[in-house]
């Protein structure tokens, strides 16, 4: 069974390159705690708050963050592979650059995040709230974005194919030199009203 840690409070705490195995924390809040370099596996967080926190570098792989909320977090380089995110908040964050590799980031609140050069890729992002978000540059391949919030979205230079872009109105969005593939060309051509024959 995992380690489960329920209710605590962790303050000003190194856990730096810290190796985090099959543990489950839930309500936990993290204040400046460092946890740089860290890296987890099979672990939970479920309804935790961060803030403050240091994840810079770290590497996750199965684990969960859900219903959590970051507040003004350092996750430089992070890397999420195969991670459930569903329901989770971040504002104030320095998110770049980021990876995400599959997993499931439904109901993911990132409104008005810096995402420029993120590597967003085979995730589920269903109704994700992107509004104002940047992805300039960004690569955002085979992600599932339906009825996600993309209003004001800032998309040039975006990578964009395989993915679901059947909530993007096109009118709404930055978009210039994104990248999309035919079948999507023809959603995009469909949502400004053309027919294709």
């Known amino acids: 069974m995992p380690e489960l840690t329920e209710d605590e409070t962790f303050r000003d705490e190194d856990w730096y390159g810290e190796e985090l195995v099959d543990r489950h924390f839930v309500r936990c809040t993290f204040f400046d705690v460092d946890l740089s370099e860290a890296v987890s596996r099979g672990t939970v967080f479920d309804g935790c708050t961060f803030g403050n926190v240091r994840l810079n570098s770290s590497r996750h792989t199965d684990s969960a963050f859900t219903r959590c909320t970051f507040h003004r977090c350092n996750l430089f380089e992070v890397q999420f592979t195969g991670c459930k995110l569903v329901g989770s908040t971040f504002t104030q964050c320095d998110l770049r650059p980021l990876t995400v590799a599959g997993g499931d980031w439904s109901f993911v609140g990132l409104p008005g995040a810096d995402l420029r050069g993120a590597r967003l890729t085979d995730v589920r992002m269903r109704e994700a709230d992107l509004t104002g978000a940047n992805l300039t540059g960004a690569t955002v391949t085979g992600v599932d974005l339906s009825a996600a919030q993309l ?27 994104a990248v999309v593939d035919a079948a999507q060309a023809i959603v995009i051509a469909q949502a400004l009203g053309f027919e294709i024959r």
Do not use: N
């Open 151 to 177: 209003h004001r979205c800032r998309l040039a230079g975006a990578d964009l194919r395989g993915s679901d872009l059947t909530a993007l109105d096109p009118t709404a969005v930055e978009r210039a030199g």
